[in-house]
DNA sequence: CTCCGTTGTTAAATCGGATTAGCAAGTTGC
DNA sequence: GCAACTTGCTAATCCGATTTAACAACGGAG
C-alpha cells in the first residue's frame, strides 16, 4: 500500500545509534541498560519522523500479533451480532488489539477453513461465538489453543464460555409481574422449552422458564399455561390469536423473545385488547423493536455489548484460561407493557 | 498460540532439496525451473507435514498481507452493518483475503487511531464505510492509500465509492403505485430532506424523493404533500396522526423509511384505517420489521450485502482504482402493503 | 576437446523488528 | 596499580518466508 515506511532503523539512523539501541529505547525495557540521553533522542528521532513500528515485522519474532480472530456461525441474524462485536472490539481496542471478524454461516467446512485462515495470520486468541445459547463442538484445529467461547457451552472443551444469566432474567420477569399485583391469569409463549425447530431455544428457553416458574411458586403466583411456538413473530401471532380464539382471557403474558411479543402485540390488538390495560406483557431479549413497540415492551434485555467485552476482556488477561463458564446479568428495562391485572 | 508450528524448512528438510526449492514448488511459479520429481517430493512432504505457510512471515516480504481494513462510524444501528460485513467477508473469502473489521464511533481521533492500528498491521486497502449515505471527510492518513468509500461520497478524494442507486428506487416506488392505479392522494413522509438532526438523508432522501417525484410527474400523477421528519418509529407516528387529526385522508404513503412505515402502521391502525384497503403504503430499505409487519410491508431493499460485495471485489481488482461512483440498484419487494386506490 | 547455453538447484540476502552475546570505557575495591 | 564490576552500547542472529545471484552438470556446436 504505497510509499516506504519509516522504519527503525531510519530512526536509529537519525538519533546516531544503532538499531539495537532505538529498539530497546523505544520498547521502554529496563533491563537493558540505555542512558536517558540516547533514549531521548531516539524517543525524540521517532516523534519527527513519525515512526509507527511494523506490527507484522514485530510479530514474526515475538510470536504475539496484537489480533484476535473472531468466528461465529452468523453475524447477521438479529439477536445478536453488532452489539457483541462492538463490545468486544472496545475491550480489544483499549489494550491495543485488532479482530479479524468471521462467519462460517453454520458450515463445518467453512468453519475449518476460517480457523485455519485465522491461524495462519498468528492470532493469539480464538472467541468462537454462536448467535443463540446453546452447545457446540468447536472445530479440531481449536483443540489446545486459546479460545473463549461466547454465547456458547461446549463440555469437554477445555476453555472459557460466556454466557448471559438467562435463569436470573427468567427470576426476574416473575418478579416483575408479582410487583405490579400479577398472581393468576398468566401465560408463558414461546416456552417451555423450545420446538425442535428452534434449537435456538434449548438452553435461553429452559433456563428462563425454569426462573420463571421458580419466582412465581414461590411468590404464590401461578402459570395458567405454556405455549410452545418458534420464536418469531408470525408464531407469536398465530398462536396467542388461537389462544384468544379458544376462550382463554390471560392477564399476563411472558413471551420468550421480542419477536413473539410483537405477534402477542398484534393478536391482541386484533382481538381489540389492549397492553398493559388488558394485558401485561414482559419479554426478553430488548432487541430495536421492543422500544418502539406501542406501548413500549418491558423486557429482559441481552447483554450483548458485556459479552463481547467480557469475552476479549479474559483473553487479554495473562497467563492461561481457566474453563469457567461467566454468567452475564441481563438488565430489565422497565417501559410501558406491564401494568395492574384487569378487573376480573 | 502454542505449539510449533511446521516450517517451509521442515518440508524442505523432509523433501531432502533446499528451502529454496520448496518455496518455488510451493509457490508454484513458472519462471523459476524445478523437476517434476521435486516438485512432487515438497508437495508431498507438504501434506504430510500438514504444512501450512506463515501469512505473517511472508507478508513481511511481499508487502502484501491479503488482509483488508473496514472502518465504519458505527457498525451497530440498524439500517446497515451485518448484511454488508458479511457481503464483504464473503468476497475476501474467495480470494483468501481476511477482514479486519472496526468502528469508530464517529470520533475523529478514534478514527485516525484505528487507521493506523490497521497500517501498522500492513493492510492492503481500506474499506471506509458509513452507515448512512452522506459526505464525508476520510483522515489525512488514507490519503494516497488504496480506499474504497462504502456508502459514502467524499468529493475530492481519490477513491472509488460504492452507494445505493436511491435515485433510481425513488422512481421504482413512483411505478409500483402508479402500476396500482394511484395518481392523487399520494403523501410523502420524511421527505423532502431530511430535518438536520437527520443528515442520514441528505442524500438518500434527496434522491429518493427526487426519483419518486419525477416519475409520478410523467405518470400524470399528483403528490398532495411532503411531510418532513426524523427518520424514526415515533416521528413517523406523531407526524402521521396530526396528518390524519388534521383531517387529511391519503390513499398511499410513501415512507422514506421503515421505520417511519412502522410508525405510520400504528398511527393508521388507531385511527381505524386498514392497510392497504383505506391507505397504501411503499417504502424504503427492507429491515427486518418490514416482513413482519402486518400487512407485510412494500419496500425498496437497501442491497447492504452487494454493496459489502462490492468494495471488496473492486479492491481485489488489479491495477490502480479509479475514483468513479458505482451505483447498486435496490431490488423492490413486493409484499402485501399496496393494494388499489380507495374508491374517493 | 573446448566453449557456450540450458536446466535444476542452492547459498545468501532481504523484509523490519526483537533478542542474545559480547565489547569498550569507566568505577570500585584492596 | 591492577583485577573485578558496572554501565552503555552494538554486532550478529533469529523469526519464516521470498527472491536474487550464482553455481554445478549436461548437451550440442564448432
Redesign the pocket.
Known amino acids: 500500500m504505497s510509499e ?2 519509516v ?3 531510519d530512526v536509529a539512523r537519525r538519533a546516531g ?5 532505538a ?2 529505547a ?2 521502554g ?1 529496563t533491563d ?4 536517558d ?2 533514549r531521548k533522542k531516539v524517543l525524540e528521532a521517532a516523534r519527527e519522523l513519525g515512526y509507527r ?2 506490527v507484522t ?2 510479530s ?3 510470536k504475539s500479533t496484537q489480533t484476535i480472530g473472531f468466528v461465529s456461525d452468523r453475524i447477521t441474524t438479529t439477536p445478536f451480532a453488532g452489539d457483541v462485536i462492538r463490545g468486544a472490539m472496545e475491550a480489544a481496542r483499549e489494550r491495543d488489539n485488532l479482530l479479524f471478524i468471521t462467519e462460517a454461516g453454520g458450515d463445518r467446512d467453512a468453519e475449518s477453513s476460517l480457523v485455519h485462515a485465522l491461524l495462519d495470520r498468528q492470532v493469539d486468541a480464538v472467541i468462537y461465538a454462536s448467535m443463540f445459547t446453546r452447545y457446540v463442538t468447536p472445530p479440531k484445529e481449536l483443540f489446545g489453543r486459546r479460545v473463549v467461547l461466547l454465547n456458547c457451552l461446549a463440555p469437554g472443551f477445555d476453555a472459557p464460555s460466556v454466557v448471559p444469566d438467562e435463569l436470573e432474567a427468567g427470576r426476574d420477569a416473575a418478579r416483575a409481574l408479582l410487583a405490579a399485583g400479577h398472581t393468576e391469569g398468566i401465560w408463558a409463549i414461546g416456552g417451555h422449552q423450545a420446538v425442535p425447530a428452534t434449537p435456538e431455544g434449548i438452553i435461553a428457553g429452559n433456563e428462563r422458564m425454569r426462573g420463571l416458574e421458580e419466582v412465581l411458586r414461590e411468590g404464590g403466583a401461578r402459570l395458567d399455561g405454556v405455549v410452545e411456538c418458534d420464536w418469531d413473530t408470525r408464531d407469536g401471532f398465530r398462536e396467542v390469536s388461537a389462544l384468544l380464539a379458544a376462550g382463554h382471557r390471560p392477564r399476563a403474558l411472558v413471551c420468550l423473545t421480542d419477536r413473539v411479543s410483537m405477534g402477542a402485540y398484534q393478536a391482541l390488538g386484533e382481538a381489540g385488547l389492549s397492553v398493559p390495560g388488558d394485558v401485561s406483557v414482559v419479554s426478553f431479549d430488548d432487541q430495536d423493536i421492543a422500544a418502539v413497540l406501542r406501548p413500549a415492551l418491558t423486557t429482559l434485555k441481552l447483554p450483548h455489548h458485556q459479552l463481547g467485552r467480557l469475552a476479549v476482556e479474559l483473553i487479554l488477561r495473562r497467563g492461561p484460561l481457566e474453563a469457567v463458564v461467566h454468567r452475564v446479568p441481563m438488565p430489565l428495562r422497565e417501559r410501558a407493557s406491564i401494568g395492574a391485572p384487569a378487573a376480573g
Open positions: 516506504r515506511r522504519t527503525m532503523a545509534v544503532s538499531p539495537t539501541t529498539s530497546f523505544l520498547s525495557r537493558m541498560r540505555i542512558s540521553a540516547s513500528p511494523n515485522a514485530r514474526l519474532r515475538t
